[in-house]
């Protein structure tokens, strides 16, 4: 089945772009990278628009899978900050190999012990504080403005905070891409955004992990007279929304 891939594989991985040997894509087959890359895997591969194979999950994390794949060894920089977001990108690409060497770390130690004890206990509560969703957007009518409102139109749903609880709160829907601050874990951050526009699936995941609705606040746009790109009823009709949310620290 291999033989129908190229023995050169390009990858988006996230939004960050790879070039690899399919050998090396192949090395464990029993890994999910392996399943892909030989035909075996249960659901089919994604490609973007340029035609490279596409992988949802945290592109600059991949490129510690990707040299464990070329070297079957792990080495990380110094003062390396996200080993257990390391460790789970491991554990989705079924790699127990990569766990283990990861578990040989002292950091990686204290993840995999984490992970287990939150299992047993059912709790990963990453401590209290503020999460804020924003979003600008508008309503879709038909043309020319004359048919009734049709849909609620949103371009990117925002997301503030600190780096531990909007990962724990958002888990693979998190969109970490723009973001120029990746490392530290103990910090806020204004960058990042949903991989979806759904409002309310953003609530609900809030929701569960006990964060209350605390405040909105909401804007329209000024629309200035004798301004072409005001003529649409889209563009009179641009708002900006903040919603925000609380959990306490018991």
């Keep these: 089945m291999s033989d129908s891939f190229p023995s050169v594989v390009e990858l988006n991985v996230g939004g960050q772009l790879y070039t690899t040997a399919l050998s090396t894509m192949t ?17 089919p591969m994604l490609r973007d628009t340029r035609g490279r194979y596409f992988i949802d999950r945290d592109g600059l994390l991949f490129r510690y899978v990707l040299d464990f794949l070329r070297n079957t060894k792990l080495v990380l920089p110094e003062n390396f900050e996200e080993v257990c977001r390391l460790q789970q ?15 040989n770390t002292d950091v990686g130690l204290n993840c995999l012990v984490n992970s287990t004890n939150a299992l047993k206990t059912g709790n990963s509560n ?30 990117r749903i925002l997301v503030c905070g600190k780096v531990t609880l ?45 964060f209350k609705f605390v405040g909105c606040c909401s804007s329209g746009v000024s629309n200035i007279p004798g301004n072409p790109e005001w003529e649409s009823e889209e563009a009179r009709w641009q708002h900006y929304n903040e919603f925000v949310f609380y959990r306490s620290l018991e």
């Design 166 to 210: 909007c990962r724990e709160v958002f888990q693979d829907t998190l969109n970490e891409s723009r973001d120029p601050d990746r490392g530290q874990a103990d910090r806020y951050t204004s960058r990042y955004f949903l991989k979806h526009t759904f409002l309310e699936q953003a609530f609900d995941m809030l929701a569960k992990t006990n």
């Design 126 to 155: 990453n401590g209290g504080g503020y999460v804020t969703l924003g979003y600008r957007g508008t309503f879709a009518f038909g043309r020319d403005g004359l048919a009734d409102v049709q849909f609620r139109k949103l371009t």
């Design 27 to 43: 090395k464990f087959q029993e890994s999910l990278l392996g399943q892909m890359f030989t035909g075996k895997a249960k659901t």
């Design 89 to 103: 990108e491991a554990e989705f690409y079924q790699l127990p190999e990569l766990i283990n060497q990861i578990g």
